[in-house]
Every structure is written in C-alpha cells, then in structure tokens.
C-alpha cells in the first residue's frame, strides 16, 4: 500500500494544487513496487498569487496577494471559510499543533489570531512588529509559545497563553551586516529554532537563547524542515539540500544531496517522506535513510506552474475522523379513526414568527405618510366635490321654490279671478231681483215702521250670462 500522504501546491498563477502518491502499473519481470503522483484537485479561488499554505489535519489554509484567506475542509474537499482579516499580502500562515487557532502574518503590519472551527479573531495585533510586514512565522510544539520574524529585524518571542510579546530580540546586533533573516522553524520537540541570512544558518538554542550552531552555506538557504529534535534539512538555491545534525561536531561539514536542477522552493517532511518541489515546478518524493544520511526518489511529476508554497496532508487522520452517518428512523405515526360519515378535522394553523428590520419600518413609515397625504389629497378633493355638489343642489332647490312659489301665486290669481266673476255674476242677479221686488211691494214711510226687506227669488241664469262666464274661465 502506498503511503497516504497528500502534497498541497500553492502557486504563482493562483492555482492550489493536489497530488496523491498511487502505485503505478508494474511489470512482471520486475517485482519492484513503483509508485508515481495523481493529482487530485485543483483550485483558482484567489485572486492573486498564493504564497502560504499551512496544512494541520483536515483543514488547509491558503493566504495570497489578493488579502484573503481561503479554508478548506479536506475531509469533504469543500471550500469551508474565507477570512478577510489583512489588508495586505498574507505572507506566513501557522496552525497551533493543538489545532485551536491559525496564526496569520501580513504586509500589513498585522499579526492575528483566529479561532479554528469558529473562525473568529481572538486576538489582533496591529503594530507587531514596530508596523512593518510581518513575513515568518513558528508555533512551538506546546502552543503556548511563538515566535515571528519581520522586516525590522527584530525577533519577537510570543507568550500565547497571555497573548503579548514575552521578550525581542534585535537581530541586527548579533549578526553580520546585510542579514536578511528567514528559514524560522522550531525543532520536533521545541528545544531549538532556525534562522537563516544570505549565506549562513544559525540554529538556536531555547535554554541559553543564543545560537548553538552556525553553519556557512554554497548558496542561499530558502526553506527549512526538522526531521526530529536533532536532524535539519535545507533547501538551498542551487538546488541542493544540505543535511545538518546536532550530534555531529562543529567542525563536521554538513552533507550536501542535490535533488534539484532548479532551486528549491520548498520542502516538507512527513510519516518518512520528504517532499520537494523546485522553481520550474518539478516535484519529488523521496524516501529517507535516517542512518547513512541519503535519499532515494520514489515518484515524480512537472506541473506547468511556478510553485509558491507546500504542504503535507496525512491522509490516515481524516480517514479516521470522517463523521459516521447515523441512520434515521422515521415513526409512522398512527391515523386517527375517523367514523363513517364523519369528516376529518382540519389541522390547526400554526404560528409563524416575523422578522422586522429597521429598514423595513422605516419603509413602512414613509409607505404611510405618504398613503395618508394621498388620503388627504382625495379627502380634499372629495370636500369640494360635495361643496360643489351642494351649491348645485341648493340652487336646483331654490329654483325648485321659486317655480313652486310661481305656480302657486298663479293659481291664487285664477282663484281671485274666478272669484271676482262670481261677484260679479251675483251682482246682476242680485240687481233683477231687486226691480222685481220693488215693482210688486209697496212701502209705507209715514208711519215710521220697520222696513221688510223683499225676499230674493231664484231664477234661471240667462244664456247670455252663462256665455260671459265660460269666457271669463278660459281667460
């Protein structure tokens, strides 16, 4: 079985890279198991170039020049978080070995602290390093002590526990002129650190805080890993790897292994494997001799890709961890009995619960004012309307009177007039009867009695008279 190990690439072209060692097809006249790299995934989330990756159990983390940070979740190979915590090229990226925070360093000047799992910052600190870039960064195996390097020089000893600086160090004393300082990482059991400068590599002691051994370089140093507590290798840029050990003298010289035509970029070591890749994008695994101090290739690949950044995820770990899928039982409920000719009850209504905004009521509140000035407008209008409607119907009412005060006037000048005809009609009856009455009745005035008035007689009206009255009617 090949070993389960996964490479992580970050590149220059803002590909992240996966490569998964698989045994490759033999032939049956040799029994030799050969082994060769499949890629297993790639991503383009950023925007920019990557330049850290840090890998610690399942997660992997990607910083870039695009001022983000991308979190993934090996174990459902999904994209988990991304962390806008900088304004500036995330530089270094370090998980805490007990996995309770990721350690993150940028041009910014910005050093910060994030809680895995909730990926919330815990801890923020803006001038670090006097507010210059922030560019390594080292967790100590207990986790309670870090140390970081930026590009003031200076070498900043962190007590994580308290979350402050326990103590600096000005690196431009104590080294020759032109240091650059890199290559910072602790030893497998914390008992020393490296630091590396043009063509030098120091390795430092935590008991005495001063440096134990300093070995003088080919070429530039450019990526450290630790064996164990005693055995360094380092990638240098010619392309070769220089392998240091503490047990040697000082006056032994390193052994120097070339790997690379090209320099190497970066170097990683994990369950017995040593995994380099160089500048042209060419990367090997290889396998290591702990006793004659040698490596041998067992896989291959070339990527069409300027390689950044490495890291190795142990692939046994998430396999172990992988949540389990609990089955779900799903009761059926019984059904209710339901007599024949019956009709089921319907399900009560449940509540439902609202959310309000403050965007929302304000929107609301100017929906209303302006509904009520609108009521408003047609209150108005409506107003006039019937103001209008009214003098309409007043006028049609006083003219209503007037026509009704015209005709009744009318009607007491036909009254009148028939009335006056009927006096005078009366008058000439009354007239005739009174020449009758005068010429059969004769009257006494010497005596000086009451005078009788003469009875009126009834008499049929004449066709002339009854002509004149129909007349008059008409009229």
């Not at 490569?19 to 029994?31: A, R, Y």
């Not at 993934?72 to 900088?86: E, F, G, N, V």
């Not at 290798?233 to 032994?252: A, F, P, Q, Y």
């Amino acid at each position: 079985m090949p070993p389960e190990i996964e490479i992580i690439l970050g590149t220059y072209e803002e590909v992240l890279l996966g490569f998964k060692l698989i045994e490759s097809p033999t032939d049956d006249l040799t029994n030799s198991v050969k082994f060769q790299l499949k890629q297993t995934f790639a991503d383009n989330s950023h925007a920019g170039s990557i330049s850290s990756v840090a890998v610690q159990w399942p997660w992997v983390a990607t910083g870039g020049s695009d001022d983000r940070i991308f979190v993934y979740d090996m174990r459902t190979r999904k994209q988990s978080q991304i962390i806008l915590s900088h304004a500036g090229t995330v530089n270094t990226l370090e998980f805490s070995p007990d996995l309770s925070h990721l350690l993150s360093g940028s041009d910014d000047g910005h050093m910060v602290a994030t809680r895995v799992g909730s990926w919330t910052k815990e801890g923020v600190w803006k001038k670090a390093h006097a507010g210059r870039a922030v560019t390594h960064i080292s967790c100590h195996p207990s986790s309670k002590l870090a140390l970081s390097l930026g590009c003031d020089q200076v070498l900043n000893t962190w007590n994580l526990v308290k979350g402050r600086v326990a103590y600096k160090t000005n690196l431009r004393n104590k080294t020759p002129q032109g240091f650059h300082p890199g290559c910072l990482s602790w030893s497998k059991q914390g008992d020393h650190f490296t630091l590396s400068g043009p063509l030098t590599l120091e390795i430092w002691g935590i008991e005495g805080a001063n440096v134990i051994r300093r070995i003088d370089m080919p070429a530039k140093p450019i990526c450290v890993t630790w064996l164990d507590g005693n055995e360094c290798l380092t990638g240098l840029d010619n392309g070769s790897i220089i392998w240091i050990s503490l047990k040697d003298k000082d006056d032994t010289p390193p052994t120097l292994i070339p790997v690379h035509n090209e320099r190497v970029k970066a170097i990683a070591y994990l369950n017995e494997l040593l995994a380099t890749v160089s500048s042209a994008g060419e990367i090997k695994v290889w396998k290591i001799d702990m006793e004659a101090r040698k490596l041998e290739e067992i896989a291959s690949t070339i990527v069409d890709f300027r390689p950044t950044a490495m890291g190795l995820l142990d692939l046994c770990q998430i396999d172990n961890d992988q949540p389990v899928e609990q089955a779900i039982k799903v009761e059926k409920k019984p059904m209710a009995n339901v007599e024949t000719g019956q009709r089921a009850k319907p399900a009560t209504p449940r509540g439902f619960v609202t959310i309000e905004y403050e965007q929302d009521k304000e929107l609301d509140a100017e929906e209303k004012n302006g509904k009520e000035k609108n009521g408003k407008e047609k209150n108005g209008k409506e107003m006039n309307g019937k103001e209008k409607n009214g003098k309409d119907k007043n006028g049609n009412e006083k003219n209503g009177k007037e026509k009704k005060n015209k005709i009744q006037a009318k009607k007491a000048q036909q009254k009148a007039e028939e009335s006056s005809e009927e006096n005078i009609s009366s008058e000439d009856k009354e007239s005739d009867d009174f020449s009758d009455s005068d010429s059969d009745c004769d009257v006494s005035s010497d005596h000086g009695d009451w005078e009788r008035k003469p009875t009126k007689r009834k008499q049929q009206p004449t066709p002339a008279a009854k002509g004149k009255a129909k007349q008059q009617k008409k009229k």
